[in-house]
């Protein structure tokens, strides 16, 4: 075991190791930020990321693309928030909808959405919630997607959730985290998705 002298060492060294890598890295700039995988946690984060926006003051625009068709806490707690536009233009799951032509047109509406607030100066850090499930059926085309991030302005942070990220987007994105499942409750225990856990 080390010694409280022997410790204080170790991280004044750490620190100082630290500090010259923070004093080398001083560029700011809106990132493109996707949290994709099968795990749990990738709105979740999004909005721990829209929390801590507000709390900077900044204007944050959400758009959620499959969600909508049921009641969800972050819609009741962000609709508290005037700094927040939050859309939930979602119909459910594609497999309980099961007509392709108005989930395309029910894509095409948040995306549209998604763009306005990507052409608006104004926001701060923009999430579209679930793009990568649309993108994953064809609902957009991938390209149209990546040309829109390209003319988000400089300071413009965008933020996209959703499993089965594609390729090209993650190859764009600056920041990509990839949620790895463990253990779900619903498929080991059976567990149905609860309130204020997963909605």
């Given at each position: 075991m080390r010694t409280d002298a022997?410790?204080?060492?170790?991280?004044?060294?750490?620190?100082?190791?630290?500090?010259?890598?923070?004093?080398?890295?001083?560029a700011e700039k809106g990132l493109v930020i996707v949290h994709t995988g099968k795990g749990k946690g990738k709105t979740t984060a999004a909005l721990g990321m829209v929390l801590r926006a507000v709390?900077?003051?900044?204007?944050?625009?959400?758009?959620?693309?499959?969600?909508?068709?049921?009641?969800?806490?972050?819609?009741?707690v962000l609709a508290r928030f005037p700094e927040v536009d939050f859309h939930a233009m979602g119909e459910g799951f594609t497999w309980n909808t099961?007509?392709?032509?108005?989930?395309i047109a029910?894509?095409?509406?948040?995306?549209?959405?998604v763009k306005r607030m990507i052409a608006d100066p104004s926001y701060d850090l923009i999430v579209a919630d679930e793009l990568n499930i649309v993108l994953r059926y064809d609902y957009l085309p991938v390209d149209e997607v990546l040309?829109?991030?390209?003319?988000?302005?400089a300071m413009t942070h965008v933020v996209i959730t959703g499993r089965n990220a594609p390729e090209a987007l993650?190859?764009?994105?600056?920041?990509?985290?990839?949620?790895?499942?463990?253990?779900?409750?619903?498929?080991?225990?059976?567990?149905?998705?609860q309130k204020g856990i997963e909605f």
């Open positions: 022997e410790h204080a060492e170790r991280m004044a060294k750490k620190k100082a190791a630290q500090d010259s890598k923070v004093a080398a890295r001083d709390g900077h003051d900044m204007r944050v625009g959400m758009v959620q693309f499959v969600k909508g068709a049921m009641t969800t806490g972050e819609a009741a099961q007509d392709r032509s108005r989930d029910t894509a095409r509406g948040a995306w549209d959405e040309e829109v991030l390209a003319t988000k302005g993650i190859e764009a994105a600056d920041l990509v985290t990839d949620m790895t499942q463990v253990k779900h409750p619903f498929r080991e225990q059976g567990v149905k998705a």
